[in-house]
Structures are given as C-alpha cells and as structure tokens.
C-alpha cells in the first residue's frame, strides 16, 4: 500500500470509486449529563462514491449515511437519539455529505462540504489524515470536529445530549475494472 502524504505527488488513479457499506462506518463522539460523560457511537454508511480527475486534482464525494444505524450500545440511548426529539428518524432517514473539492494542507487534505442531517444543510470541513491506495481501492480515514447539533435544527434534551459532537470518518472505496 502506497502511503498517500499532503507532500507526496503520487495521486490516486482517476475514475468513480464506489464505497463499501460493509467497511465504511462513522464514529461518533458527543457528551452527555451536562458534559460529563463521553457517548461514543457508531453510524453505518448506506451509500456513496468518489469521483477523482487526472492527477487527484479534482474530487467530488457524495456519502450517505443511515440515521437509523445509530448504534451506542444503549438500547435506550440508541431509541431516544432516533426519536423525533432527537435525529427524527421517521421524517429525515438519511444523513448526506457531500463536497465538489479537495485541498492539500500541511495537515492533509482538506475535503469541505455540506452535511444535510434533519433538513438543514450545513457547512462542514472534512480533514483526511490518512490516505492509502492499492490495486483498485483507496483506504480513507478523517474527522470534523466540534459540530454543533443545533445548527442541523436539533435541538432537543438539552443539559442531557452535548451540543458539540465529533466525526471520525473510515471509508473503502473501490474503483470497478474496465470492461473487457
């Protein structure tokens, strides 16, 4: 696997990679009890592709996330944070991101973007610390951090579900074989 560093000029082979729902999940870090605990969850990615121009010049990413999937190990936490109170799962089943852009920094790439999540769009900026590529696949791990719920309209259970989450991000996206 070829090690994909903001300085290194190798880019990732042109074309549309498609994400594996199955290796492809978002990590979720919130507090909770007026800030004194930490929630750690999981979201599961329903769909999604990366298209990438010659030379990883360009990049446009579209991703779907199951809102559904919320998933803390807490029955009861998982029932309240899928609630209408919450995530409203019944009326916004989907959580999307998607972005038209990528840019190198000395920290990595910088991939900025909307998360639509509870009917509001929402600016975001996804930092992509790791990048791998082999064969027909890229191995892809990022984070956004300090969301701030009530910007999505998410307003409920204050004092009891922080107001700023985390995003951590790992994604595997395969570029299909030509047709012979």
């Known amino acids: 696997m070829l090690d994909q560093h903001p ?22 870090t919130g507090k909770h009890m007026l800030g004194l605990g930490a929630v750690h969850a999981t979201f599961s990615v329903r769909d999604g592709e990366l298209r990438i ?10 991703v779907t996330v199951d809102a559904a999937s919320f998933h803390s190990g807490s029955s009861k936490r998982d029932r309240d944070v899928r609630s209408r109170g919450l995530l409203d799962i019944e009326q ?27 009917g509001h769009a929402v600016p975001i900026a996804v930092r992509v610390d790791r990048l791998t590529t082999d064969a027909s696949e ?15 309209g998410i307003t409920g259970s204050r004092g009891l579900v922080g107001r700023h989450l985390d995003l951590e991000i790992e994604a595997v996206a395969t570029l299909p074989s030509a047709p012979k």
């Open 138 to 152: 890229l191995h892809v791990h990022g984070w956004a951090r300090g969301l701030d719920r009530t910007t999505f």
């Open 92 to 118: 916004y089943p989907d959580i999307t991101f998607v972005s038209e852009s990528i840019a190198r920094t000395p920290e990595g790439w910088l991939i900025p973007g909307t998360v639509t999540a509870h």
């Open 53 to 62: 121009g010659d030379g990883g010049q360009t990049l446009s990413t579209e």
């Open 7 to 28: 300085e290194s000029p190798t880019a990732p082979a042109c074309g549309t990679y498609r994400l594996d729902p199955k290796r492809s999940r978002v990590r979720y």
